[in-house]
T-cell receptor, first 112, second 113 residues
Framework: DTAVSQTPKYLVTQMGNDKSIKCEQN?????MYWYKQDSKKFLKIMFS???????INETVPNRFSPKSPDKAHLNLHINSLELGDSAVYFC???????????FGPGTRLTVL | GEDVEQSLFLSVREGDSSVINCTYT??????LYWYKQEPGAGLQLLTY?????DMKQDQRLTVLLNKKDKHLSLRIADTQTGDSAIYFC?????????????FGKGTSLLVTP
């Protein structure tokens, strides 16, 4: 059973398009995260949701809009995609204030 | 934000021990982690240590924490070719964004036969 799953695994699209990445966790956690890993492998937090409420919103462009329909899902919608958005996006989940975050397999986004 | 620094590359021979080092600046770090990322794969939590501990051992892995110097290390005993990967040091604290992981840039470990 996959604990944290993301779809799609790969996403190739043109500049200017709008796309969504989905994340689901079946661990019963109440907190979910989106991280971005750039071409140099540097990982940085983007967003965090706790019980469907936005907790963290790092300096991410407004074109990125997370949505959490319920505690088990955190989706990431990106408008007007730019070349610099090409990266691997990782979803993670945890219990609030817990010591461990569990990561999904990542979504490799390529913007042409 | 607070910094987490790691050396970028390490090469060892199969069977030797590997030591990957990490330094951090946030004195209120609560947990410190080591994650492994194999090529094209996701992040695998290897081990973590609470900031009031100085050592943790888990099979071939030994984590040492020097809180005074803000230095964390990961020792892999009897390194195998399957250990070749990128190893990320990360920390959480109350001073960064509510338990988000703050990662170093990763150390690429190459294990040669």
């Amino acid at each position: 059973d996959t604990a944290v799953s993301q779809t799609p695994k790969y996403l190739v699209t043109q500049m200017g398009n709008d796309k969504s990445i989905k994340c689901e966790q079946n661990l019963g956690h109440d907190t979910m995260y989106w991280y971005k890993q750039d071409s140099k492998k540097f990982l940085k937090i983007m967003f965090s949701y706790n019980n469907k409420e936005l907790i963290i919103n790092e300096t991410v462009p407004n074109r990125f809009s997370p949505k959490s329909p319920d505690k088990a899902h955190l989706n990431l919608h990106i408008n007007s995609l730019e070349l610099g958005d090409s990266a691997v996006y990782f979803c993670a989940s945890s219990q609030w204030n817990a010591d461990t975050q569990y990561f999904g397999p990542g979504t490799r986004l390529t913007v042409l | 934000g607070e910094d987490v620094e790691q050396s970028l590359f390490l090469s060892v021979r199969e069977g030797d021990s590997s030591v990957i080092n990490c330094t951090y600046t946030d004195s209120s770090s609560t947990y410190l982690y080591w994650y492994k990322q194999e090529p094209g794969a996701g992040l695998q939590l290897l081990t973590y240590i609470f900031s009031n501990m100085d050592m943790k051992q888990d099979q071939r892995l030994t984590v040492l924490l020097n809180k005074k110097d803000k230095h964390l290390s990961l020792r892999i005993a009897d390194t195998q070719t399957g250990d070749s990967a990128i190893y990320f040091c990360a920390e959480t604290s109350n001073s960064n964004s509510e338990y988000a992981l703050n990662f170093g840039k990763g150390t690429s470990l190459l294990v040669t036969p």
